[in-house]
T-cell receptor, first 112, second 109 residues
Framework: DAGVIQSPRHEVTEMGQEVTLRCKPISGHNSLFWYRQTMMRGLELLIYFNNNVPIDDSGMPEDRFSAKMPNASFSTLKIQPSEPRDSAVYFC??????????FGQGTRLTVV | EDQVTQSPEALRLQEGESSSLNCSYTVSGLRGLFWYRQDPGKGPEFLFTLYSAGEEKEKERLKATLTKKESFLHITAPKPEDSATYLCAAKYGDYKLSFGAGTTVTVRA
Protein backbone atom coordinates (compact mmCIF):
# COMPACT_ATOMS: atom_id res chain seq x y z
CA ASP A 1 0.00 0.00 0.00
CA ALA A 2 1.20 3.51 -0.77
CA GLY A 3 0.20 4.80 2.64
CA VAL A 4 -1.90 7.87 3.31
CA ILE A 5 -1.68 10.24 0.36
CA GLN A 6 -2.16 13.97 0.75
CA SER A 7 -2.24 16.72 -1.82
CA PRO A 8 -0.97 19.25 -2.41
CA ARG A 9 2.31 18.99 -0.48
CA HIS A 10 2.68 22.75 -0.40
CA GLU A 11 0.10 25.49 -0.79
CA VAL A 12 0.67 29.22 -0.78
CA THR A 13 -2.42 31.36 -0.94
CA GLU A 14 -3.54 34.89 -0.26
CA MET A 15 -5.62 35.84 2.71
CA GLY A 16 -9.30 35.50 1.97
CA GLN A 17 -8.92 32.76 -0.60
CA GLU A 18 -10.45 29.30 -0.31
CA VAL A 19 -8.09 26.42 0.31
CA THR A 20 -8.89 22.72 -0.13
CA LEU A 21 -6.65 20.00 1.17
CA ARG A 22 -7.11 16.42 0.03
CA CYS A 23 -6.50 13.02 1.56
CA LYS A 24 -6.66 9.41 0.43
CA PRO A 25 -6.53 7.06 3.43
CA ILE A 26 -5.07 3.58 3.49
CA SER A 27 -7.45 1.10 1.91
CA GLY A 28 -9.41 -0.82 4.51
CA HIS A 29 -8.98 1.74 7.26
CA ASN A 30 -12.28 2.89 8.72
CA SER A 31 -11.03 5.85 10.77
CA LEU A 32 -9.70 9.11 9.37
CA PHE A 33 -8.22 12.06 11.22
CA TRP A 34 -7.20 15.58 10.26
CA TYR A 35 -4.47 17.13 12.41
CA ARG A 36 -2.76 20.51 12.38
CA GLN A 37 0.85 20.95 13.49
CA THR A 38 2.41 24.26 14.53
CA MET A 39 5.51 25.12 16.52
CA MET A 40 3.41 26.75 19.21
CA ARG A 41 0.71 24.13 19.70
CA GLY A 42 2.22 20.92 18.32
CA LEU A 43 -0.14 18.34 16.83
CA GLU A 44 -3.82 19.07 17.35
CA LEU A 45 -6.75 16.93 16.28
CA LEU A 46 -9.17 18.89 14.11
CA ILE A 47 -11.75 16.28 13.16
CA TYR A 48 -12.31 12.54 13.33
CA PHE A 49 -14.35 10.41 10.91
CA ASN A 50 -15.44 6.85 11.49
CA ASN A 51 -16.89 4.90 8.57
CA ASN A 52 -17.10 8.19 6.63
CA VAL A 53 -19.20 9.86 9.33
CA PRO A 54 -17.86 12.86 11.28
CA ILE A 55 -17.76 11.81 14.92
CA ASP A 56 -15.84 14.60 16.61
CA ASP A 57 -15.24 18.03 15.11
CA SER A 58 -14.60 19.80 18.40
CA GLY A 59 -11.07 20.63 17.31
CA MET A 60 -12.13 22.58 14.23
CA PRO A 61 -11.03 26.15 15.04
CA GLU A 62 -14.05 27.97 13.69
CA ASP A 63 -16.72 27.96 11.02
CA ARG A 64 -14.18 28.84 8.36
CA PHE A 65 -13.03 25.22 8.56
CA SER A 66 -15.06 22.35 7.14
CA ALA A 67 -14.30 18.72 6.32
CA LYS A 68 -16.03 16.07 4.29
CA MET A 69 -15.59 12.39 3.62
CA PRO A 70 -17.85 11.47 0.70
CA ASN A 71 -16.52 7.92 0.52
CA ALA A 72 -14.06 5.58 2.20
CA SER A 73 -11.19 6.58 -0.03
CA PHE A 74 -11.34 10.37 -0.03
CA SER A 75 -11.57 13.28 2.37
CA THR A 76 -11.19 17.04 2.09
CA LEU A 77 -10.44 19.82 4.54
CA LYS A 78 -11.54 23.24 3.37
CA ILE A 79 -10.71 26.66 4.77
CA GLN A 80 -12.81 29.55 3.54
CA PRO A 81 -11.79 32.31 3.86
CA SER A 82 -8.18 31.59 4.78
CA GLU A 83 -6.24 33.79 7.22
CA PRO A 84 -2.50 34.10 7.94
CA ARG A 85 -2.96 32.40 11.32
CA ASP A 86 -4.09 29.26 9.47
CA SER A 87 -0.53 28.77 8.24
CA ALA A 88 0.59 25.37 9.50
CA VAL A 89 1.24 21.81 8.37
CA TYR A 90 -1.96 19.82 8.02
CA PHE A 91 -1.81 16.06 8.36
CA CYS A 92 -4.30 13.41 7.46
CA UNK A 93 -4.06 10.05 9.24
CA UNK A 94 -6.00 6.81 9.04
CA UNK A 95 -6.34 3.73 11.18
CA UNK A 96 -8.09 0.40 11.27
CA UNK A 97 -10.61 0.04 14.09
CA UNK A 98 -8.83 1.38 17.21
CA UNK A 99 -5.31 0.62 16.08
CA UNK A 100 -2.39 2.92 15.51
CA UNK A 101 -2.80 5.88 13.19
CA UNK A 102 -0.70 6.17 10.04
CA PHE A 103 0.05 9.69 8.87
CA GLY A 104 0.42 11.18 5.44
CA GLN A 105 3.30 13.45 4.43
CA GLY A 106 1.30 16.56 5.22
CA THR A 107 0.36 19.75 3.41
CA ARG A 108 2.35 22.83 4.33
CA LEU A 109 -0.04 25.76 4.07
CA THR A 110 1.16 29.33 3.93
CA VAL A 111 -1.40 32.13 3.90
CA VAL A 112 0.06 35.51 3.00
CA GLU B 1 -6.78 17.93 32.24
CA ASP B 2 -5.22 15.26 30.07
CA GLN B 3 -1.64 16.18 29.39
CA VAL B 4 1.49 14.70 27.86
CA THR B 5 4.92 16.17 28.61
CA GLN B 6 8.14 15.14 26.92
CA SER B 7 11.68 15.80 28.10
CA PRO B 8 14.19 16.91 27.20
CA GLU B 9 13.11 19.20 24.34
CA ALA B 10 16.36 18.52 22.52
CA LEU B 11 19.10 15.91 22.86
CA ARG B 12 22.48 15.96 21.17
CA LEU B 13 24.33 12.65 21.21
CA GLN B 14 27.59 11.34 19.92
CA GLU B 15 27.28 8.25 17.76
CA GLY B 16 27.22 5.26 20.09
CA GLU B 17 26.21 7.29 23.14
CA SER B 18 23.07 5.66 24.56
CA SER B 19 20.34 7.78 26.17
CA SER B 20 16.68 7.88 27.12
CA LEU B 21 13.73 10.12 26.31
CA ASN B 22 10.94 10.67 28.80
CA CYS B 23 7.19 10.97 28.25
CA SER B 24 5.04 11.65 31.30
CA TYR B 25 1.27 11.61 31.04
CA THR B 26 -1.71 12.55 33.16
CA VAL B 27 -4.41 10.89 31.12
CA SER B 28 -7.29 9.22 32.89
CA GLY B 29 -8.29 5.92 31.40
CA LEU B 30 -5.22 5.44 29.23
CA ARG B 31 -6.02 3.27 26.22
CA GLY B 32 -2.49 3.12 24.87
CA LEU B 33 0.80 5.01 24.74
CA PHE B 34 2.17 5.58 21.24
CA TRP B 35 5.63 6.53 20.03
CA TYR B 36 6.20 8.13 16.65
CA ARG B 37 9.29 9.31 14.80
CA GLN B 38 9.08 12.45 12.66
CA ASP B 39 11.71 13.51 10.15
CA PRO B 40 11.82 17.11 8.88
CA GLY B 41 9.18 17.76 6.25
CA LYS B 42 7.50 14.40 6.79
CA GLY B 43 4.58 12.99 8.70
CA PRO B 44 4.94 11.09 11.97
CA GLU B 45 5.96 7.48 11.46
CA PHE B 46 4.54 4.91 13.87
CA LEU B 47 7.05 3.09 16.07
CA PHE B 48 5.38 1.41 19.07
CA THR B 49 2.19 1.02 21.05
CA LEU B 50 2.28 0.12 24.75
CA TYR B 51 -0.86 -0.79 26.62
CA SER B 52 0.00 -1.72 30.20
CA ALA B 53 2.58 -0.89 32.86
CA GLY B 54 5.61 -3.11 32.61
CA GLU B 55 5.26 -3.64 28.90
CA GLU B 56 8.34 -3.25 26.70
CA LYS B 57 8.80 -3.22 22.94
CA GLU B 58 11.95 -3.12 20.84
CA LYS B 59 12.84 -2.22 17.30
CA GLU B 60 16.46 -2.13 16.22
CA ARG B 61 18.23 0.35 18.53
CA LEU B 62 14.99 1.59 20.13
CA LYS B 63 13.22 0.19 23.18
CA ALA B 64 10.06 1.63 24.66
CA THR B 65 8.89 0.98 28.22
CA LEU B 66 5.77 1.99 30.14
CA THR B 67 4.97 2.65 33.79
CA LYS B 68 1.75 3.96 35.32
CA LYS B 69 2.84 7.57 34.91
CA GLU B 70 5.47 7.67 32.19
CA SER B 71 7.08 6.03 29.22
CA PHE B 72 10.70 5.92 28.19
CA LEU B 73 12.24 5.55 24.78
CA HIS B 74 15.74 4.17 25.11
CA ILE B 75 18.15 4.64 22.22
CA THR B 76 21.05 2.21 22.39
CA ALA B 77 24.27 3.00 20.50
CA PRO B 78 22.55 5.55 18.25
CA LYS B 79 23.62 6.24 14.69
CA PRO B 80 23.25 9.50 12.73
CA GLU B 81 20.20 8.05 10.96
CA ASP B 82 18.41 7.97 14.32
CA SER B 83 18.34 11.77 14.26
CA ALA B 84 14.68 12.84 14.27
CA THR B 85 11.96 14.24 16.48
CA TYR B 86 10.35 11.58 18.64
CA LEU B 87 6.74 12.14 19.61
CA CYS B 88 4.74 10.31 22.23
CA ALA B 89 0.97 10.32 22.39
CA ALA B 90 -1.47 9.08 25.00
CA LYS B 91 -4.74 7.64 23.81
CA TYR B 92 -7.88 8.18 25.85
CA GLY B 93 -11.32 7.16 24.80
CA ASP B 94 -11.72 5.25 21.57
CA TYR B 95 -9.71 7.52 19.31
CA LYS B 96 -8.33 10.68 20.91
CA LEU B 97 -4.58 11.04 20.96
CA SER B 98 -2.94 13.73 23.09
CA PHE B 99 0.51 14.41 21.67
CA GLY B 100 3.57 15.68 23.50
CA ALA B 101 5.68 18.45 22.01
CA GLY B 102 8.41 16.00 21.05
CA THR B 103 12.12 15.49 21.70
CA THR B 104 14.47 16.40 18.86
CA VAL B 105 17.41 14.01 18.80
CA THR B 106 20.60 14.84 16.92
CA VAL B 107 23.25 12.15 16.63
CA ARG B 108 26.70 13.28 15.51
CA ALA B 109 29.08 10.92 13.73
Amino acid sequence: DAGVIQSPRHEVTEMGQEVTLRCKPISGHNSLFWYRQTMMRGLELLIYFNNNVPIDDSGMPEDRFSAKMPNASFSTLKIQPSEPRDSAVYFCASSHLSGEAFFGQGTRLTVV
Amino acid sequence: EDQVTQSPEALRLQEGESSSLNCSYTVSGLRGLFWYRQDPGKGPEFLFTLYSAGEEKEKERLKATLTKKESFLHITAPKPEDSATYLCAAKYGDYKLSFGAGTTVTVRA
